[in-house]
């Protein structure tokens, strides 16, 4: 038999309008991360927060600053799960993998930013580790991208990131396919 969890990755005050690295439409992922994430609560199915905090020097997500909080739109409440993690992958010195195996969680929904670096980090390594994933695409953000002096825009990064993890990794679909499943 099947069980479902809720992973929500970084959706963090620095991601915003106002912080120290802004993604592109980050409110709107943050929404929809909010409507899956009432749907999990309703349910009474398990969620688990990532939380990700940068060492001292970092330009964003360092700890203790309002920045690095996880946004009110996606605030966990008491008893809900959280991770504090350092790098990109969350179970990379997290305790994120035991958890879930002892949950005996065998299928991920998961949001969160960025879309081109945690995101799909994670949803890499939760697919190496056994689990069926599903990202929900519009409830992710990203941010433009250069390389070789050249501007790879947010809303190409995001999708060509999804597209990627939708060949081998995840099935991906919106909250509102989710939803209404």
């Known amino acids: 038999m099947s069980k479902q969890a809720l992973i929500i990755i970084d959706i963090q005050n620095d991601y915003f309008e106002g912080g120290s690295f802004p993604l592109a439409s980050p409110l709107e992922a943050s929404i929809n991360a909010s409507k899956v994430l009432k749907y999990f609560r309703k349910k009474d199915l398990p969620i688990v927060h990532i939380q990700h905090l940068s060492p001292n020097g970092s330009p964003f997500m360092v700890t203790g600053t ?21 790098y990109p992958n969350s179970f990379r010195d997290t305790g994120l993998l035991d958890y879930l195996k002892d949950q005996e969680i065998t299928e991920l929904v998961i949001t969160g930013m960025m879309t081109h670096m945690c995101v799909d980090a994670t949803t890499r390594a939760a697919n190496d580790f056994g689990f069926k ?11 433009d991208l250069n390389i070789n002096g050249k501007t790879v825009k947010a809303d190409d990064v995001h999708h060509a990131f999804l597209s990627a993890l939708e060949f081998f990794y995840a099935d991906v679909i919106s909250a509102e396919e ?3 499943a």
């Not at 309002?66 to 008893?79: C, Y």
């Not at 994933?133 to 941010?143: E, H, K, L, M, N």
């Open 133 to 143: 994933c599903t990202v929900i695409g519009d409830a992710c953000a990203s941010r």
């Open 66 to 86: 309002t920045g690095a909080e996880i946004h009110e739109n996606v605030r966990p409440l008491e008893g809900e799960k959280i991770f504090q993690k350092n």
């Open 178 to 180: 989710f939803l209404s």
